[in-house]
């Protein structure tokens, strides 16, 4: 399967690093292509300028590999922490630019913007990793769980790609070295059971 991977951590350090080296190492094992960006690691910038809004609007050069990849991609993977509810803005500006008209979602025609969009992504799935300091209980019950709603309702089903799945993992500040070594577990098993393997790999 074409797999397209996209990391939002400036700390190479981070357990959203770890996380996504151990996606990485699960998805070569089983033989899968996959399309890493490193957000940060790329400088990518995330400013949507006001001459690439419009739905014929070229794509930006600096754009071109990212539309092309998430075209194709037979899955997605996001893998970022949570930061007030919301992804770090370097991955709102990559949704903002990349999951764009034409490429994630198009309108009918006759219709002005106003209505639903028919999704255009070809993903089978869409995983999404976050990590945070805040426990799932208060997450879901004070603030609503935003991120769910973000990328689920918000994102993934409007382009089309209905199968999703998304883990967090917390508290990070106070985790063990044993914890995080169980989550990294969860992780790969996680994308196992999404990415079947295209030929038989090797153990990483």
């Not at 913007?113 to 209980?137: C, D, H, M, R, Y």
């Not at 689920?152 to 089309?160: A, T």
């Not at 914890?179 to 393997?197: C, D, G, M, N, Y």
Request: hydrophobic share 40%; charged share 20%; glycine share 4%.
């Amino acid at each position: 399967m074409r797999i397209s991977v996209v990391l939002a951590h400036p700390d190479p350090n981070s357990f959203n690093h770890a996380i996504a080296q151990a996606i990485l190492c699960e998805l070569d094992a089983a033989k899968h292509e996959v399309f890493f960006h490193d957000l940060y690691a790329e400088n990518f910038d995330p400013i949507l300028r006001a001459e690439e809004i419009p739905s014929n609007a070229p794509i930006p050069t600096d754009l071109v590999t990212h539309c092309r990849e998430i075209s194709v991609a037979e899955g997605i993977v996001v893998i970022h922490p949570n930061w007030w509810g919301q992804p770090p803005a370097i991955l709102k500006g990559w949704v903002d630019r990349v999951i764009r008209p034409r490429v994630a979602y198009r309108f009918e025609d006759g219709d002005s913007g106003e209505g639903i969009p028919v999704g255009l992504l070809e993903a089978k799935f869409a995983l999404v990793f976050n990590t945070s300091n805040t426990s799932t209980q208060r997450e879901v019950s004070v603030f609503g769980d935003p991120l769910q709603s973000l990328w689920k309702q918000c994102i993934f089903d409007l382009c089309g790609v209905t199968t999703f799945h998304r883990e967090m993992f917390n508290v990070i500040v106070t985790s063990t070295a044993t914890q995080r070594e169980s989550w990294l577990l969860t992780t790969r098993e996680i994308v196992k059971r999404f990415a079947q393997p295209s030929k038989q790999g090797v153990t990483c």
